[in-house]
């Protein structure tokens, strides 16, 4: 397992955070979508990776990241 690390912010800055993680998680979702259909709802920057899944699964990553810090909040 990694190693933990404990860190103390103000609540705006955690809320910063998450916002950026969320709209990191928004990039991978789009790449997901432009991926699997070629298009994608409005116009954002397409991450490099190997394919949709790939792109979901980061995604997911992110999801997992921000649920944890929502959890400690």
Known sequence: MDKIINLKLPKMMVGQIIDGLR????????????????TTEEPCIIEECSNADEAK??????????????RQI
């Open 57 to 70: 699964s980061i995604a997911a990553y992110y999801e997992e990241i921000i649920n944890e810090i929502e």
């Open 23 to 38: 709209e990191r998680q928004k990039v991978w979702l789009m790449t997901a979508e432009f991926m699997e259909t070629g």
